[in-house]
């Protein structure tokens, strides 16, 4: 037997989330709401039953799942290969600003081509080859039947691109939850992006 649920949670927000920042790799805590928000999932979970959980190292990941962990009883894993996209020298400015600076490249990010780096970043296709070792390796373990696993926005949609030729066309919103089930040789979305713990209005 091996894992037959998967739960994909975003992070809490963070104040350049609010200010619509790109972060990649920067380590930027969560703020008040970002708190609350890991809170809230964190009590909606303690009600599932979860074997394991795992999280990306980076700072307002790695904070929303050792608040998770801490309520519903478990510890956090870091694995790096479950990082947000390294954005190299568009991190830490808006889109707009990036445009301003780098319009180039912006244009080349903006048409989706997987292969296309950011200056002094990665691309998407390097995402989805580590992030899909992750999942091998995390969704092959005999001994758990569900696990959560703490990731970023971007890595969370680049990810999903690489398994499903259609997604819902809905913003992977903080600390919303995409469930994957394993139905024979498929995984099934169950749920995307959902916040059942958290009213956004």
């Not at 894992?3 to 619509?20: A, Q, W």
């Not at 890991?38 to 999280?55: E, F, M, N, Q, W």
């Not at 309520?71 to 870091?78: A, K, Q, R, V, Y």
């Not at 400015?93 to 296309?116: I, M, Q």
Request: charged letters at 25%; a negative charge; aromatic letters at 8%.
């Amino acid at each position: 037997m091996s894992v037959e649920k998967v739960l994909l949670i975003r992070h809490g927000e963070t104040d350049f989330n609010r200010e619509r920042r790109l972060q990649g790799v920067m380590q930027i805590p969560l703020n008040e709401r970002g708190r609350n928000q890991a809170h809230s999932v964190a009590r909606y979970l303690k009600g599932l039953s979860i074997d394991a959980l795992y999280t990306s190292p980076i700072l307002r990941a790695h904070e929303t799942a050792e608040i998770i962990g801490n309520c519903i009883g478990l510890p956090p894993h870091s694995d790096e290969r479950l990082r947000e996209i390294e954005f190299g020298l568009f991190e830490g400015l808006t889109f707009g600003e990036v445009e301003d600076l780098f319009p180039a490249a912006h244009h080349n990010w903006s048409t989706g081509y997987l292969a296309f780096k950011a200056p002094e970043g990665e691309s998407r296709h390097d995402v989805q080859r580590r992030m899909r070792a992750a999942w091998d390796d995390l969704t092959a373990n005999a001994d758990h039947k569900t696990i959560a696993l703490v990731s970023h926005g971007s890595a969370i949609a680049i990810f999903l691109g690489s398994m499903y030729a259609i997604l819902p066309d809905t913003s992977i919103k903080n600390t919303s939850i995409t469930t994957l089930k394993r139905r024979e040789e498929i995984w099934e979305i169950l749920g995307y992006a959902e916040l059942p713990h958290w009213d956004e209005s």
